[in-house]
T-cell receptor, first 113, second 110 residues
């Protein structure tokens, strides 16, 4: 059964720093991987989708990489801002006969002004 | 505006009552999903539907039921058989491999 782990569980950094959030998964046979942002009490906002054949995706100050063979993905946030404060969730779609995403527990990020 | 709507935002029920959560999308997506989120845990898949009039159990389907009579709608019923129904419920739809989420419904059962 696919399991997704996110490290660290929480992170607090000063504004302006570059930072990396980590995601690992146990079964490398994935269809794609998606990074989300969740603000308190809200739904999820999709940040980046990486297909299994891709190595990275970029959107503005965000860059996500995927190393399928080692079961790892990283989300890089450049020049962090207080508005980046949120919980970041990693999720994998393992495809096959079952559909749906398997989620990690998230990294709670605080950017200090 | 295209998107996914869930209503109500907050829902309160007494133990032993069934309750139905609404999920509507105008994105013309075929696939729809229901997830449950509990504090300190990742989201877990309850049910999904890849096409109208068809749906499949996810990892934690016990105590829940769904229907998919229209492409736009995928309501979730939390039955009295669900032992721990208090949670944040999220609906999603999918296109091109990417899932899009609604704002969620927080259900409290006392």
């Amino acid at each position: 059964k696919q399991e997704v782990t996110q490290i660290p569980a929480a992170l607090s950094v000063p504004e302006g720093e570059n930072l990396v959030l980590n995601c690992s998964f146990t079964d490398s046979a994935i269809y794609n991987l998606q990074w989300f942002r969740q603000d308190p009490g809200k739904g999820l906002t999709s940040l980046l989708l990486i297909q299994s054949s891709q190595r990275e995706q970029t959107s503005g100050r965000l860059n996500a990489s995927l190393d399928k063979s080692s079961g790892r993905s990283t989300l890089y946030i450049a020049a962090s801002q207080p508005g980046d404060s949120a919980t970041y969730l990693c999720a994998v779609n393992s495809g096959g006969g079952a559909d749906g995403l398997t989620f990690g527990k998230g990294t709670h990020l605080i950017i200090q002004p | 505006d295209g998107g996914i709507t869930q209503s109500p935002k907050y829902l309160f029920r007494k133990e032993g009552q069934n309750v139905t959560l609404s999920c509507e999308q105008n994105l013309n997506h075929d696939a729809m999903y229901w997830y449950r989120q509990d504090p300190g845990q990742g989201l877990r898949l309850i049910y999904y539907s890849q096409i109208v009039n068809d749906f499949q159990k996810g990892d934690i389907a016990e105590g829940y039921s769904v229907s998919r009579e229209k492409k736009e709608s995928f309501p979730l019923t939390v039955t009295s058989a669900q032992k721990n129904p208090t949670a944040f419920y999220l609906c999603a739809s999918k296109a091109g491999g990417e899932q899009y989420f609604g704002p969620g419904t927080r259900l409290t059962v006392t």
